[in-house]
């Protein structure tokens, strides 16, 4: 079963001279003329450009505005919608149905990160497009995208370094409304009737949006955001409860949840897989001692053991 959510291997046949950009401004234009050639729409990039220059969606010499991103798809009949402030699980959500996503990133994270570009940078200046994460080492999730700036076709970025540069756009991406077109090779193994891939992280898609928020693989930014949040704490009181190593052991504890329920997920019964957001709270909660700041999972989940019938529905 395939671990990578979207494309493992977007744009097939393609080179780098057709993904980088011509100019140092159009990321966002060549990003949709990127997006419009797998819905079999081919126009050249600076004719794209010369549009939106015309439609104010872009100013030669500055950009695009992050509130146009989109426009030139729908004026070329490719329905799109936007978010801000969204988090990784959207992004999974949209390329598990198989859309098109482009986001805002600041580049600067990812082609040349520093201490200095981490703290100082903050502003995106730069868009791309995610074709897929890989989840195959959960303690190592990657991003893949395909960057018109740099001409890479399909690139590999951690998860944690791909959200830092995510993140100064206020996680802001654009996303089509439907999968590209049957016919184009890209999309060959997706399941058009169902609308969807069948697995997200081994767990069905169906039943994969009312987990997300027990748990998840994606903890990375979690993790980032509760050290601020202890930071800050710490700065206020020098009383402080907890530690941050028994902030990072009680997620290390969640990870450990969430493995074990994907590993033990196909041989539930159905009862089973109906109750998994009630299996997982019971395992999170009452396996995990605050006092003493440590995990009490068994090694394996023994579904029999559980009285299923008992948790509120």
């Not at 493992?8 to 060549?30: F, L, R, S």
Request: charged residues 25%.
């Amino acid at each position: 079963m395939s671990k990578i959510i979207g494309e493992p291997e977007p744009w097939p046949q393609t080179i780098p001279e057709e993904i980088a950009q011509q100019y140092a401004d159009t990321c966002a234009v060549k990003s949709q003329q990127i997006v419009m050639k797998t819905f079999g729409i081919d126009i050249p990039e600076d004719q794209l450009a010369i549009e939106s220059a015309i439609k104010g969606y872009y100013m030669p010499g500055e950009g695009s505005d992050p509130d146009f991103v989109g426009r030139l798809l729908n004026d070329h009949g490719i329905e799109t919608h936007s978010e801000e402030n969204a988090n990784v699980y959207d992004l999974v959500n949209e390329l598990a149905q198989g859309h098109k996503v482009i986001v805002g990133v600041d580049a600067d994270e990812l082609w040349r990160p520093t201490w200095y570009n981490d703290i100082f940078g903050e502003q995106a200046n730069h868009a791309l497009v995610v074709t897929g994460i890989d989840t195959t080492d959960p303690e190592n999730v990657k991003v893949i995208i395909t960057d018109p700036g740099t001409g890479d076709v399909a690139k590999e970025y951690p998860l944690d370094q791909f959200l830092d540069a995510w993140h100064d756009s206020n996680c802001f991406y654009v996303a089509t409304n439907a999968p590209a077109p049957a016919n184009n090779p890209e999309m060959s193994g997706f399941d058009f009737e169902a609308g969807h891939i069948p697995f997200v992280c081994n767990i069905p898609y169906d039943s994969y949006e009312p987990l997300v928020e027990q748990f998840g693989i994606f903890h990375d930014d979690i993790i980032k955001h509760m050290n601020e949040c202890l930071d800050n704490l710490n700065e206020v009181s020098d009383d402080s409860i907890y530690s941050m190593d028994d902030f990072h052991s009680a997620f290390a504890h969640m990870e450990c949840v969430e493995q074990m329920m994907q590993d033990s997920w196909n041989s539930w019964d159905e009862i089973a897989q109906d109750q998994s957001a009630e299996i997982c709270d019971h395992l999170v909660n009452d396996f995990w001692d605050w006092n003493t700041c440590q995990s009490t999972l068994p090694d394996v989940i023994d579904i029999d053991a559980f009285d299923i019938d008992a948790f509120d529905m």
